[in-house]
């Protein structure tokens, strides 16, 4: 992964060479503090180890019994449903891969219809085996598969802790089963047994993902200078300081925007505590430029742009043409158009005194999005370390999900009874 | 469209209802100037007539000709694709719809491999004839059908402006091709011919979604405490002018999530100038809730949240069962959980003091489509006038065009060759 932060300087919020060069020796204090968290496996920086803890011979195994699925469909929320999206999406693959993370009745029946039940391996992930949404749509997909004739236990694979709903059924059920990682929360889990089984049947290498993954582990250093995932952290940090309270993260490449919808979590959850965080916004480049370029250059002076691209992608050409003024295009290819948009966007931030950064992968494959993964995982640390915040807890959501359980009759009715004293002001 | 602002009220940043009070002097001039506009057909405002002057007759006639087509291919970007993805996302239909709005090459030759070409028909839509992103797409499209033997002159269809190569290529291709609206901007445009042939291929009824739209114009009056759509124009300006920098759109329905990316451009480019509008962020419940709400109830006070649902949906339900924990899921519906996950997240955000907003439409159907989209850019022109901003100009987004074109050699090197004066600060 290669940062160029050479655009965040000395623009609107403005921050200095200097400032990030102060901002260092609490770079060095913070690595040791992550470095004694990796060693003592603490709970959080046990994620900065997966690239050396996690067994991919396990996991190959793991999937081994399912003979050339059509499809995999992985149900989870959050942490345990975004990594196999990012994985998939970035990647391809050799089978359809789908992501069952909502409980919206008609989506769920739309994907249900779509999918060849019998060809489809199904990968349930929580790390509790409670949690509501993950669990209602695993009881649908289960009678859903029931009601076709197909036998759901021989389709069904699951990832959770040692304990609960879905460790039992796996015992119950001889399922295929994985443990979630110790200490590992699952906006950190991408790597692990949660998100690369999915990779595994897609036909990805995951030992290229793991090795891309340690070689930016190796390169977590002692200075922001000397390592690129801190460099990217200590500079959105230092931006948001100085009030660029958001972080537009536009990769150039169709097949990173579910890793731009990745960071997002990664960023709110971690950071999003004690009345500070980036708020972190998903754009994709060059469509967003005829959306959210006209905001970044000219709206509020509030915001850190994250530009994201492959060095070398496939290509397209575009056909030779006579058509009025476009002669220019002719003869090119499409990756050289939105290469040119890419630095011109660029460019244009900088002219604006838009505060941006480069970061570059060398391709799209396993190597290049582990690199960028755990780069943006072991970013997200160092900010947090350096913020002063609880990066692996997320308090804050605790309290709607008890509501939400208490409206349905389950539990936790105080929080319940304040659903029902909503003020409104309705206009209709 | 039901507006209920009662949670906006007294949160932080702290809005009374006092002051909304005190702002309605100002809505009704802003109304006044707005009802000015509409009669005058003045550039922008146009876009509120679009209910009475677009005609549906003329629509559905130019896309009669094709038969029974699989599906249909909308080649633009920004508000020339955002529209017709909104819709056909919302609404479903009859055949398959898609969108080519960026030039990832990977992008489009994955979906063009996908494509039953000889059953496709293709919508190119560009103002000008020139946007390079939309012309090199047709290029490669035109290209990839004759090279299929599919004749694509009998598969296309042009909306563009009264010159320029698109209206040339119809002309002498005997295309169909419609008018883009005169004085509307393209994200602006989704109730016209910019976006509604292709809900006339999916089957849905433009009636209705007209007839949705009108409505909502029926309900613009003098005071946002009698119009939906400017009760949430004028809260959202009222909040920004707080504090509120960020606003958050969350619909509670997987259709609906194209919505947000529509309704993030129309607020990015029509509000986001002269150093002020509010970042707009696309979320979607209830999977963000797993993502995003940690940092919108506990991170800094800068934020909106708009929740958006459906009265009515469909439904699916959850079969009975003896899971530990679970047995209040069992029995009950996917429609029941996602509803009380909706009514628990914004009782949370209340509880945490964050503002937010509840959006109502009976149904995701043509009517409730059209009332949703509409009262959206009555609400950002309502805005715009309190915020002082020209509203139906993009002009920061001229100089990174330019300087992609000098960039491909078609001129604008000025722009050009201030790219290559890129400040650079690499650590790989």
Known sequence: MHVDIGNALDAEPRLTRAALERLDERVADAHDRIERG???????????????TVDPDAIRAAVDRFDD??????????????????????????????VLDNVDPAGVDALLDSLPLSETVVHVVSRSGTTAETLANFLVVRETMADAGVDWTERTIVTTGPEGNLRALAETHDLPALDVPAG?????????????????????????????????ADRLAGSLFDSPAYA??????????????VNAMMPYAESLDSFAEWFAQLWAESL????????????????????????YRAG??????????????????????????LSYLGGGSLGALIDAEFEATEASLAAANCPNVRIEIDCVDERGVGELLYGMEAACVLYGEL???????????????????????????????????KRSLVID
Chains 1, 2 share one sequence.
């Open 38 to 52: 990796r060693a003592d496996a603490a709970h959080g920086y046990a994620a900065l180890n997966l690239p050396d």
């Open 69 to 98: 699925p059509a499809a995999v469909l992985t149900v989870g929320i959050g942490g345990s449903a975004l990594g196999a999206a990012t994985l998939t999406d970035a990647l391809g693959g050799d089978i359809d891969a789908y």
């Open 184 to 216: 590992v929360p699952g906006r950190f889990s991408a790597l692990s047994t949660v998100a690369l089984p999915v990779a595994a049947l897609a036909g990805h290498d995951l030992d290229a993902l793991l090795a891309g993954a340690r070689d930016e």
């Open 232 to 245: 990217y952290g200590a500079t959105c940090y230092a931006l948001e300081r100085r009030g660029a309270g």
């Open 272 to 295: 999003g505590k004690d009345a500070i965080g980036q708020t972190p916004v998903r754009a994709l480049g060059a469509t967003d430029q005829h959306s959210q370029l006209q905001l």
């Open 300 to 325: 509020p002076r509030d915001k850190l742009v994250t530009l994201v691209r492959p060095r070398e992608r496939p290509d397209r050409s575009i056909p030779e043409t006579d058509l009025e003024g």
């Open 387 to 421: 913020a002063g915040v609880e990066t692996f807890t997320q308090p804050a959501v605790e309290w709607g999900k008890r509501a939400a359980r208490g409206l349905l009759g389950g539990g936790d009715f105080e929080e319940a009874a304040a659903v029902g004293e």
